[in-house]
């Protein structure tokens, strides 16, 4: 079960600094590093040697293997519109069926076009689809009316909104705009919403309020360069393992508070 997954790059590059890791050696070294610190699960943008994220059948393999070859635990990749633009819906959906190592799991942005067909190729090849439900958008709309809502491994609830003053009470719209309408008990004994589980975080200034609101919820979340390159008191993070490791302390002191 996942508890918090690390989000090892994200789109950054090289001008985020030289602790987001750009080549499949440095994402493994950077995903081992994170795991000994306590991340169960691993969530990775493959990138082209000059650093854009990419579908490449070649870099996937060469991303997953590498990972693979140092941590136990699933690795996911996204499946992002922005990683390959000029593809429309259906080549992308190619590209993927032209993998030869898969993920263990790669997210989905419901509301991006295509998103559909893009999570039923996940779901042929036997890869877990993250249902990605982005706020101030319409994918929890979208995602409500899909045949596939009950197929997903989880709902990734990503919380858009970066300022720290307002981006929990966005979370709480988004939860409910999810169909959140579970006692509050049960969100803290199964960290699930109908249908699937939920995996919630925010990002840049909402990184920290909203992991504590996932950790005060019992849901599951997620920390790393990805989403926020500082700390909870501002100094810049030198480390995707540093970030999960005050995750997990922010997390479980959530936890002990609520």
């Known amino acids: 079960m996942v508890r918090v997954q690390v989000c090892l790059n994200g789109p ?14 440095a994402m493994a070294d950077s995903a081992a590093e994170a795991v000994a610190a306590g991340a ?7 990138k082209t040697p000059c650093g854009q994220d990419t579908l490449s059948p070649r870099v996937v393999a060469a991303t997953v293997e590498a990972i693979r070859a140092r941590v136990s635990v699933p690795v996911g990749v996204t499946t992002g ?10 080549a992308r959906v190619e ?28 779901i ?10 982005w706020s ?13 809502g009950p197929k997903v491994l989880r709902v990734l609830a990503e919380v858009t909104d970066p300022a720290p003053d307002t981006a929990e009470d966005t979370a709480r719209a988004l939860l409910a705009d999810l169909g959140s309408a579970l006692p509050h008990s049960r969100l803290r004994s199964s960290g699930r919403y109908p249908h699937r589980p939920v ?9 920290w309020p909203v992991l504590r609101l996932a950790g005060r919820l019992g849901l599951a979340t997620r920390i790393g360069l990805e989403d926020t390159l500082v700390l909870p008191d501002g100094e810049r993070a030198v480390s995707n393992a540093q970030l999960v490791a005050e995750g997990l ?8 508070s609520s």
Not at 15 to 25: E, R
Not at 81 to 90: G, H, R, T, V, Y
Not at 136 to 148: E, H, N, V
Not at 199 to 207: P, Y
Request: hydrophobic share 40%.
């Open 12 to 25: 950054r590059g090289a001008a985020d600094g030289a602790g987001v890791p750009l080549t499949p050696q």
């Open 40 to 46: 169960t699960d691993i969530h990775v943008h493959p």
């Open 81 to 90: 519109a922005w990683a390959e633009p000029d593809l429309d819906p259906a």
């Open 95 to 122: 590209r993927l069926r032209g993998w030869t190592v898969l993920p263990d799991h790669a997210s989905v942005n419901w509301h991006e076009p295509g998103a559909e067909e893009v999570a039923a190729a996940l």
């Open 124 to 133: 042929d090849l036997g890869v877990g689809v993250e249902a990605g439900i």
């Open 136 to 148: 101030g958008t319409d994918g929890a709309a979208r995602f409500a009316d899909s045949p596939l």
């Open 199 to 207: 995996l919630l975080h925010g990002e840049d200034g909402g990184a």
């Open 249 to 256: 302390n922010q997390y479980g002191w959530a936890q002990r």
